[in-house]
């Protein structure tokens, strides 16, 4: 069974299209070379002045999300080039087992 791992931040409108940007060009392409990653959504929805950015990554097992993560896999990995277009993040993501995904591959 399948592992979502979900994070948030919040940028500005600027630093959203900037986060997507970098997620596409740089993180989509380190992670698809991770054994074990199934894929990701990065969603997005107004928060006030902010945006609101929850990213999903999806992973065959434990083991694949530590070898993504490192030991401390319930921190957050955020890249340097993400902190400096995001507001705040959260410092720890969560794990939750895929009961169902009707998405198809």
Do not use: C, K, N
Request: aromatic content about 10%.
């Amino acid at each position: 069974m399948a592992i979502a791992r979900t994070w948030s931040a919040y940028a500005t409108a600027d630093g959203a299209r900037a986060y997507v940007a970098f997620f596409r060009s740089t993180l989509a392409p380190q992670l698809a070379q991770i054994p074990g990653h199934l894929g990701a959504l990065v969603l997005e929805r107004p928060a006030g002045a902010l945006i609101e950015i929850t990213v999903q990554t999806f992973w065959a097992s434990m083991a694949a999300i530590q070898q993504f993560a490192g030991a401390t896999y319930e921190r957050a990995v955020v890249e340097p080039e993400a902190r400096a277009v995001l507001e705040s993040f959260d410092d720890h993501v969560e794990h939750r087992e895929v009961a169902l995904d009707t998405r198809s591959r």
